[in-house]
């Protein structure tokens, strides 16, 4: 169930390179959190994933650490509860893979940034011009 669940998330949910976006233990910088978790739109289980996408597309290093865990009695789903889950998660991966394609949901800051950098292309072609303009 995972091992589909882990394709779907890279295919649909377009988090690549992560082997396990469900595990319950991550850690944030500070300022990582703030942009990460104030630009979330899901709250339900597939929130990892968009979470993780979110920070691939701010650029944020994301690195997967082994750490020593230890089951603690009651924290796996019931056989049926998985499967209605699964479906759930399923269909908030194509929710985030659409709302964000079809920009119902954005990237904040990442419109400031791409205005940003065509200022600085025009201002460079600007000054390449002033130039050929003195010489």
Request: hydrophobic content about 40%.
């Amino acid at each position: 169930l995972m091992w589909g669940f882990h394709i779907a998330v890279s295919w649909i949910g377009g988090v690549r390179d992560i082997r396990d976006t469900q595990c319950g233990f991550k850690l944030f910088s500070r300022s990582a959190a703030q942009l990460l978790f104030t630009n979330l739109h899901l709250s339900r289980w597939a929130f990892d994933v968009e979470l993780l996408w979110l920070a691939q597309q701010y650029g944020i290093n994301i690195v997967e650490v082994p750490v020593n865990w230890r089951e603690v009695e009651g924290s796996h789903l019931e056989e049926e509860d998985t499967r209605l889950v699964s479906i759930r998660m399923f269909k908030d991966l194509v929710r985030v893979r659409f709302s964000y394609l079809l920009g119902v949901w954005k990237v904040a800051g990442k419109e400031r940034k791409k205005e940003k950098e065509k200022e600085e292309r025009q201002g460079v072609k600007k000054k390449v011009s002033q130039s050929k303009i003195q010489k």
